[in-house]
Every structure is written in structure tokens, then in C-alpha cells.
T-cell receptor
Framework: QQQVKQSPQSLIVQKGGISIINCAYE??????FPWYQQFPGKGPALLIA?????SEKKEGRFTISFNKSAKQFSLHIMDSQPGDSATYFC??????????????FGKGTLLTVNP | DSGVTQTPKHLITATGQRVTLRCSPR?????VYWYQQSLDQGLQFLIQ???????AKGNILERFSAQQFPDLHSELNLSSLELGDSALYFC???????????FGPGTRLLVL
């Protein structure tokens, strides 16, 4: 049972364009939604994260949009650059007030930004 | 650099063997998480330790075990290795038993 579904599997955009990656989750107990960026041969690195009490969070060129009722969240990369070419993972976890913050990951999106 | 270190970087071994992967969390972090990344299964949570105690278990096989030592480093032991265990194994750490997880560079295991 895949608790976090991510799409698309791969994405090609032109430099300067907007990259959009979508995720949907099933477990309404999830209360923390991070996005990770992974370059080949490296470990995942936290990009940006959101909690369900806000609908949008922006950090530089990266924005998370969150729709609690639809159980969906998305990552928007504005002014995409070739250096953004990487695999992006959405994730979700449960943990407010608890002690278990294991991350459940989507399958990943391979983003290629053409110069 | 996340501050999480993992050794070895690469490991090649044969089926039936046993290996130990080591992780040192970021300075001050009490919680360590282990994940397995493979092409077909993606990133899967294996196990979490917090200040030396097991806190949560995920899809970890019985052939796999882990521990966290008093100096907070952690080891993941994989035994009776099978071809399907070939994967990237990541360790992550967080300050408490919750919060932002910082990933190490991973150990690439190849079972021949």
C-alpha cells in the first residue's frame, strides 16, 4: 500500500520555466510534509517542508502548496535552472506530540532542466 | 554536507555473508533513522533509534538488526545477504525523536 503517491515520474522543463511536482497522501494523521532533493551519489537533502495548518510556504524559488481537504501537496520550482536537475521526493510523517517521525516517501520525480 | 557520516561508502560482498554499516549522527542529534533505497521500492524506512533505544520499526527484515551506542553512533547489521539486498542504505539523524531529518551520503551495498 503506497501511502504517498508522487507524479510525474520524470519531468523535463526549459531553463526559466516552472517545474511542478504533485503528491497525494492517504493517511489523514500525517502532519509534516517535507520535500527532499537528491543528486546522483548523494543523500537526500531537505529542501522545504510544510505543516497542514498553512496552505502555502515559499522559500526562494521553491514553493509548497498544500490542500488539506484534497489530501494533496505540490512543489513548484520557479525560474528552473540546470542546477536544479535532480530527483525530488515528497514525504510525509506523523509525529506531533509523539516520538515517531518516520518518513514515508513518494517514489520520486527525476527533474531535468534543459539549458 | 549534512554533518551525518556513513561508512563504508561502498561495499561489495557475496550472498550469505554478513556486513555492518556504520552511521555517526550530527553532533548533538539523539535520533538515528535507517532507510533503504532501491529502484523498485524507492526509499523505505527501516528502523529508528532515540538515545540508545529502539523507537520505531518499519519494513525491516528479520535478517537485519541495528543498535545505537552510548556515543550515539549507530550500526546496521545485515546478515544472510541475498541478491535483493543490494541497495543504497541511508542513515539520517534528528535532534530529538522528531523534527527535520538530515541524511548521510549513504552506503552502496552490492551483493554478488
Amino acid at each position: 500500500q503506497q501511502q504517498v503517491k508522487q507524479s510525474p515520474q520524470s519531468l523535463i522543463v526549459q531553463k526559466g520555466g516552472i517545474s511542478i511536482i504533485n503528491c497525494a497522501y492517504e493517511n489523514t494523521a500525517f502532519d509534516y510534509f517535507p520535500w527532499y532533493q537528491q543528486f546522483p551519489g548523494k543523500g537526500p537533502a531537505l529542501l522545504i517542508a510544510i505543516r497542514p495548518d498553512v496552505s502555502e510556504k515559499k522559500e526562494g524559488r521553491f514553493t509548497i502548496s498544500f490542500n488539506k481537504s484534497a489530501k494533496q501537496f505540490s512543489l513548484h520550482i520557479m525560474d528552473s535552472q540546470p542546477g536544479d536537475s535532480a530527483t525530488y521526493f515528497c514525504a510525509a510523517s506523523i509525529g506531533s506530540g509523539g516520538s515517531n517521525y518516520k518518513l514515508t516517501f513518494g517514489k520520486g520525480t527525476l527533474l531535468t532542466v534543459n539549458p | 554536507d549534512s554533518g551525518v557520516t556513513q561508512t563504508p561508502k561502498h561495499l561489495i560482498t557475496a550472498t550469505g555473508q554478513r556486513v555492518t554499516l556504520r552511521c555517526s549522527p550530527r553532533s548533538g542529534d539523539l535520533s538515528v533513522y535507517w532507510y533503504q533505497q532501491s529502484l523498485d521500492q524507492g526509499l523505505q524506512f527501516l528502523i529508528q533509534y532515540y538515545n540508545g533505544e529502539e523507537r520505531a520499526k518499519g519494513n525491516i527484515l528479520e535478517r537485519f538488526s541495528a543498535q545505537q551506542f552510548p556515543d550515539l553512533h549507530s550500526e546496521l547489521n545485515l546478515s544472510s545477504l541475498e541478491l535483493g539486498d543490494s541497495a543504497l542504505y541511508f542513515c539520517a539523524s534528528s535532534a530529538q525523536g522528531f523534527g527535520t531529518q538530515y541524511f548521510g551520503p549513504g552506503t552502496r551495498l552490492l551483493v554478488l
